[in-house]
């Protein structure tokens, strides 16, 4: 973080290399965000290229920042969105069906979890995000993939934070009420399967 | 992360997936936070399916892979660097000299309205008006009171006149005052009074018209309308009334008041761009042009400087004057800038 706050401050006294640092350093998290909003790579290699032209001609105006990240974010997003607007595209944000092998973290004891029961836990997150609204996908994206706090959260998505915490309530409401229905199911099965 | 030790019995799935604590032992799994679980799992054996539930949420959210786009990512610095090459060149030429222009004008502008500030200040509240050689100008104060500046004078006065005090002006040169009344009949108060302070007389009127010419050590006050009052204080103080149509001359040298040849009408001539010519010796003429124009005069003809003229004449300028003097005396002038050397022809 310290390194981040060091290579903005170098940038904004026009430093270009730093610039590229930043840019190293975000173009993967940045892009993967943004793929969410639009499947079109080239849409979201023009935002960057946006992003980062404008950040170099308005370096004397950008002021200090507790948090790069959440300001490349809510930069991007604002640039993203711009575009997407002029284009006559919805926004959206992409249900992903790509998962990451549970590796290590998952394994710890997986004495409790047999894969079958994680192949059904991950069918039914997948058709409870997709019964989301694209806004309640992005903040549970936000929570659980960038990891970031309510506040960050709100300032990224311009709303307030009890908004923010509103609609998060609503998107884990939403998983709430799929899961129950399947959790149901599985108590059901499992009743008839004990009357056999 | 300091464990709050909450009640678990109620808690479904979704209640884990939620949970603050619950998320920070899935995602940044230390010792203690296995601790508290593997603790809290014994402790309520039938919450186990729910937590891994949660868990396994928040894990498949959490490790998704990165997206890998099909772009090229150096390919895309080197478009960015590009942009910022010609947006480089394109600041040189035109943004970093404007710029350095407004931060320069901005500046300037500071410190003129410090200087601005610093002078209002220092005159304590005084408003000021003067006049070059050769120019008059009107002036009216807060009470509309109208003052006709002739050249070369200037007058100031405190810009807050209070209605409970007198109004006050100082005045330097010539200058006619047409002053309003503001008292209100047969309720005279010395605050409705305005004073003119001239040489180190104090002039006090009501409303009245009134040229008053201080020139050389010589005072000359001619009251066409109303009332005045000349106030001497200190050594050989004296007080005089005037009524309209006197028109009295005081010599602070020798501090002596006399009553003048010349009339009042005649005084204020100048205000109508003329001079009254009647009472004046060729002199006195040489004096108005030396003190309203700017000019320096040297008569070479010392027997010319008592003699007398009547009659008025134009005077929209100097030229004016000095010629109607020239054909009349039948004088030779020789200007070099601003000195005139009159001598007989």
């Known amino acids: 973080m310290q390194d981040d706050k060091d290579i903005w401050e170098a940038f904004r006294s026009g430093d270009e290399s730093s610039l590229q640092i930043i840019f190293d350093k975000y173009y993967a998290p940045l892009f993967n965000y943004g793929h969410r909003f639009s499947a079109d790579d080239h849409l979201i290699e023009d935002a960057l290229q946006d992003l980062f032209v404008k950040l170099w001609k308005n370096r004397d105006s950008i002021k200090d920042t507790n948090s790069v990240k959440n300001y490349l974010y809510k930069s991007f997003r604002r640039v993203l969105l711009r575009i997407l607007e002029v284009q006559q595209r919805k926004y959206s944000f992409a249900v992903l069906d790509e998962w990451s092998e549970p590796g290590g973290e998952m394994a710890y004891d997986q004495t409790m979890i047999s894969r079958e029961r994680l192949e059904e836990i991950r069918g039914n997150l997948l058709a409870a995000l997709e019964k989301m609204t694209p806004r309640q996908r992005e903040i549970i994206h936000l929570r659980y993939y960038e990891e970031m706090e309510y506040e960050e959260i709100a300032a990224l998505m311009q709303l307030s934070v009890s908004s923010t915490y509103k609609l998060l309530y609503k998107a884990i409401d939403t998983l709430r009420q799929y899961l129950s229905k399947t959790d149901l199911l599985i108590l059901l099965t499992a009743v008839s399967l004990k009357k056999i | ?345």
């Not at chain 2, 309205?113 to 009216?140: C, D, N, P």
């Not at chain 2, 005052?177 to 309720?187: D, G, P």
């Not at chain 2, 004449?313 to 004016?320: F, I």
Request: hydrophobic share 40%.
């Open chain 2, 1 to 345: 992360m300091e464990y709050q030790h909450r009640d678990y019995t109620q808690y479904t799935a979704t209640a884990f997936f939620e949970d603050e604590q619950f998320i920070h032992h899935v995602l940044k799994w230390d010792d203690e936070a296995i601790a508290y679980w593997q603790q809290l799992s014994a402790l309520y054996p039938d919450k186990r399916n729910a937590m891994e539930e949660a868990r396994a949420w928040i894990l498949l959210l959490n490790k998704q892979p990165v997206y890998k786009p099909a772009t090229d990512k150096l390919q895309l610095w080197e478009k960015i660097a590009g942009d910022i090459a010609v947006s480089n060149s394109r600041e040189q030429r035109y943004y970093r000299p404007l710029k350095l222009v407004a931060k320069w004008t901005a500046a300037a502008a500071a410190v003129l309205l410090f200087i601005v500030m610093i002078r209002e200040l220092s005159s304590h509240g005084e408003k000021s008006y003067s006049t070059t050689f050769g120019k008059h100008e009107q002036v009216v104060l807060p009470d509309e009171s109208v003052v006709t500046l002739n050249g070369n004078s200037s007058i100031y006065y405190s810009r807050s006149w209070k209605s409970d005090k007198p109004r006050e002006i100082w005045l330097n040169g010539e200058a006619y005052f047409e002053v309003k009344h503001v008292a209100i009949k047969n309720r005279w108060q010395q605050s409705d009074s305005f004073q003119v302070h001239v040489s180190d007389l104090a002039l006090t009127v009501l409303g009245t018209k009134f040229n008053v010419r201080n020139r050389r050590n010589i005072t000359e006050i001619s009251l066409l309308e109303g009332r005045l009052r000349i106030e001497k204080n200190g050594p050989g103080a004296f007080v005089k009334i005037l009524k309209p149509g006197d028109a009295f001359a005081y010599d602070s040298s020798k501090q002596l008041l006399q009553e003048m040849e010349r009339k009042p009408q005649a005084n204020k001539a100048w205000t109508a761009n003329e001079l009254d010519l009647d009472g004046y010796t060729l002199q006195e003429i040489l004096d108005v042009l030396e003190d309203n124009y700017g000019y320096n005069i040297t008569l070479e003809a010392p027997a010319l400087a008592q003699k007398r003229l009547s009659g008025t004449v134009p005077a929209n300028s100097a030229e004016d004057i000095l010629f109607v003097i020239r054909k009349v005396f039948n004088l030779k002038i020789n200007q070099k800038a601003d000195h005139l050397i009159i001598s007989q022809n």
